[in-house]
């Protein structure tokens, strides 16, 4: 119990269990020079007793944790070949002692000595090779043997072991200060964003669901991606679950034609209807995961590296009421997707639903994006321009300007924004008549809030990039009013309970390639 309370107490600097348990052992040195605690705890009548006691509460304790922690329903979901290899490591070691039993049972004890002398006599020629690999375990008690033989003062065996304390102690402390494998854990080496694919490339997206009212928003939104026999879209369903009681983190991949159960069903069942009404033009691959909280963004990042998806859709954690006002807030579903922005290896998009997405019922499906520079917002102009290939769709691009921008092209990213904006200001040359383009000058963040605010109802999804750390003349001034700073200015402006509007807000971040 003592290392373990100074392990809980030194883990989050990096400390290891080794030092852990040589600080406890020097604690308990200490308190047995402490008469008080000596009479009770290392008396020679009760001191073998307690100790016995506290080790079999000990045990009992690590029995009943592993038995929590223990999830017996997984057992049943094993494969057939992982059964058998079970059956078989467990057996096979049976079958062998039992025939070696039996072959070497003698009913005299004289006899069975004589048996195993001559059986294990097969050994001496090879004792010769084998003795070097003796010395590996020698070294292990050679310190121990120097100082009980007194080849080794107590002086010197307190400064080996205060050098072996501190090797254990500053050395794990240094490397996870200098050297942190999580933040590279991650990385992807190929630009995997919407801007860097090919046309005729399939979208592969990983949508998170946490709660139900997630699954219909995401459906929507994914359902307006306008896929197509020769784009498809390839989603991969996770549904994010906390464990209580005595679940453990696992993760479950649902086949097609499985039967789910749990707090799964609908959310599958969702998206598996999704599927079946865009059967040739969506794939849906739905999964179930159960970890903790700070753990979530492992799963998500590690599928979405592993399934090499060029988007994460993620819900925004507040909920609206259908009068505007705020209904539930969530800080796990706000930390996961802090940390998955941070961490993601591929781009990232995170939904604020404040009215109703469904397409379906509408003729026309209205889209507004907000243009101010920079890869973010040339990746949300992307996914938009792909969205406006559904006839359904309008488009309409708002580019941000100021007074200065006189159409000179400065630096690299500026060229960049000019050429993703080519096609959408000659859309009405090309024919393409559900795109529209609209420049608007603002010059401060007041006039551009204001601007924003007057356009916030006319549309049904507004997209915007979250730009973080860009600073401009239409947004300066204004993150320090910023509330959800994973929103970036705009977004958060937008998402801000300041305005009534009923449009949903689609928020997106641009890999970055480390």
């Avoid at 464990?243 to 983190?249: L, Y």
Wanted: one cysteine or more; aromatic letters at 8%.
């Amino acid at each position: 119990m003592l290392t373990h309370l100074v392990h809980a107490i030194f883990k989050p600097i990096g400390v290891t269990n080794f030092a852990s348990q040589m600080f406890g052992g020097m604690i308990l040195g200490m308190l047995w020079k402490v008469k008080g605690i000596r009479t009770i705890f290392f008396t020679a009548d009760f001191g073998v007793e307690t100790l016995e006691t506290a080790a079999l509460f000990g045990l009992c304790m690590f029995l009943f944790l592993m038995r929590v922690k223990m999830d017996l329903n997984v057992a049943f979901r094993t494969s057939r070949r992982a059964i058998l290899v079970g059956i078989i490591s467990i057996l096979s070691p049976m079958l062998v002692a039992l025939a070696v039993y039996q072959t070497y049972k003698e009913p005299h004890h004289t006899k069975t000595s004589l048996m195993e002398l001559s059986y294990f006599s097969n050994f001496e020629d090879i004792k010769v090779n084998l003795s070097p690999y003796a010395m590996s375990m020698c070294v292990n008690g050679s310190t121990n043997f120097r100082f009980l033989l007194q080849y080794m003062s107590k002086q010197a065996f307190c400064i080996f072991t205060l050098g072996i304390l501190v090797n254990a102690t500053i050395i794990p402390i240094l490397v996870k200060f200098l050297y942190n494998p999580n933040s590279r854990k991650y990385t992807a080496y190929q630009k995997r964003n919407i801007v860097h694919l090919k046309p005729d490339a399939e979208l592969r997206i990983l949508a998170c669901i946490h709660r139900p009212e997630h699954v219909s928003a995401l459906i929507d939104v994914l359902d307006i991606t306008c896929p197509t026999k020769e784009c498809p879209n390839v989603v991969y369903a996770l549904h994010l679950v906390e464990p209580a009681g005595c679940d453990s983190p696992v993760s479950i991949a649902h086949k097609k034609n499985e039967n789910v159960v749990g707090l799964s069903f609908q959310h599958i069942l969702a998206f598996r209807q999704y599927e079946e009404n865009n059967r040739g033009f969506v794939t849906v691959n739905a999964f179930t995961a159960t970890s903790p909280p700070k753990l979530m963004h492992e799963d998500v990042c590690t599928m979405a590296l592993n399934k090499q998806t060029s988007f994460i859709l993620l819900p925004f954690h507040r909920k609206w009421s259908i009068d505007g006002s705020i209904e539930v807030e969530n800080n796990v579903i706000r930390n996961l997707n802090c940390r998955v922005l941070d961490r993601a290896p591929c781009s990232v998009g995170i939904l604020i639903t404040r009215g109703v997405l469904d397409q379906r019922r509408k003729s026309f499906y209205s889209i507004g994006m907000l243009f101010l520079g920079g890869k973010d917002d040339r990746e949300a102009l992307t996914l938009a321009k792909r969205m406006a290939r559904d006839p359904r769709v309008k488009l309409t691009v708002i580019h941000l300007i100021t007074d200065e921008d006189g159409g000179n092209v400065m630096d690299w990213d500026m060229m960049l924004d000019a050429e993703i904006l080519r096609d959408t200001k000659h859309s009405g040359v090309s024919n393409v008549c559900n795109r529209t383009y609209v420049e608007e000058v603002s010059n401060s963040g007041p006039q551009a809030t204001r601007f924003i605010r007057s356009i916030a109802n006319e549309y049904n999804l507004i997209i915007v990039g979250r730009r973080d750390g860009v600073d401009s003349a239409q947004t300066r001034g204004l993150s320090e009013w910023s509330e959800f700073p994973e929103l970036g200015v705009i977004g958060d402006l937008l998402a801000s309970t300041d305005l009534d509007s009923s449009a949903s807000i689609l928020v997106v971040q641009q890999h970055y390639v480390h």
